[in-house]
């Protein structure tokens, strides 16, 4: 079965601070990634998606950078952490196929930034 | 452009039915999504419906579409203490079947609270 994991749960960094947050995904292969934020009192935005090894697509201009260095590894970085930045990050993971095409996320990081 | 909206709170007596709407504006979405995130939680599908669709129940679940009017919305009968959560509606644009890329929009969520 898949699993999507997610680390760390939560984390409290210092503004200008660098940042990385993980996830894989195990028992699948090639899936599309996704990288959300859901700000307090917002809804989910979408940062980040990748379809494959390398490949990242970026939807809003920001301070923070994807990478996708393995088919099943995606990471979230920032090099000087800004206080907007706080929120809660979420990963998730789709296969593109008939008839399965929900979304299966992680259990989130919850970031804080002071 | 994409965007997907909903209201933000609803607040239902236990055991009646919550009807939790949303819009979007994109024609070529091919499918819409209902997410349920508890607090503190990731989400987790609750259904989806194809674009060629205009109803799907799943027991306590209905979900309608109204394509020409782009809106969607989920009923949830028999409202219980334990449907306390936010609820997501969300689009995917791309094609259906097999795709190299879609994106997933998702609306900012309503807050269903139940009262006894």
Redesign the interface.
Known sequence: SQTIHQWPATLVQPVGSPLSLECTVEGTSNP?L?W?RQAAG?????LF?S?GIGQI?S?VPQNLSASRPQDRQFILSSKKLLLSDSGFY?C?W?M???GS????????T?LTVV | GEDVEQSLFLSVREGDSSVINCTYTDSSSTYLYWYKQEPGAGLQLLTYIFSNMDMKQDQRLTVLLNKKDKHLSLRIADTQTGDSAIYFCAESMGQRGYSSASKIIFGSGTRLSIRP
């Open positions: 599309n996704y959300y917002r809804g989910l935005q979408l998606y379809v697509s939807e979420l998730a789709r593109i196929r008939a095409t929900e979304a299966f996320f992680g259990q989130g919850r």
